[in-house]
Nanobody
Framework: QVQLVESGGGLVQPGGSLRLSCAAS????????MGWYRQVPGKERELVAT???????NYANSVKGRFTISRDTAKNTLYLQMDSLKPEDTAVYYC????????????WGQGTQVTVSS
């Protein structure tokens, strides 16, 4: 069973930076992608950024140029460097691992709160 544990959330002022981490453990299928999603109360969970196991990245338009997703495959760890943070980035951020077997399997972390406020 795969487990995902996020860390690095917190309170930061507008214009500041935070780095989220997600440590994956367990038996992970080789064909996979990892990503970050976020959710605010009353809204659907939305994509922030994804990265494939070959390094291909994809970002939501709202975070392009400000956020950088990366992964350390050897450590099974996913990162999200968030710079120039805005109040609208406030949300619970979730780590996702998607395995591409003959069917798709999704795993989620427990989430970490990011609050951008002065």
């Amino acid at each position: 069973q795969v487990q995902l544990v996020e860390s690095g959330g917190g309170l930061v002022q507008p214009g500041g930076s935070l780095r989220l981490s997600c440590a994956a453990s367990g038996s992970i299928f080789s064909s996979n992608a990892m990503g970050w999603y976020r959710q605010v109360p009353g809204k659907e969970r939305e994509l922030v950024a994804t990265i494939g196991n070959l390094g291909t990245t994809n970002y939501a338009n709202s975070v392009k140029g400000r956020f950088t997703i990366s992964r350390d495959t050897a450590k099974n760890t996913l990162y999200l460097q968030m710079d120039s943070l805005k109040p609208e980035d406030t949300a619970v951020y979730y780590c996702n691992l998607r395995e591409y077997r003959s069917f798709v399997v999704n795993y989620w972390g427990q989430g970490t709160q990011v609050t951008v406020s002065s």
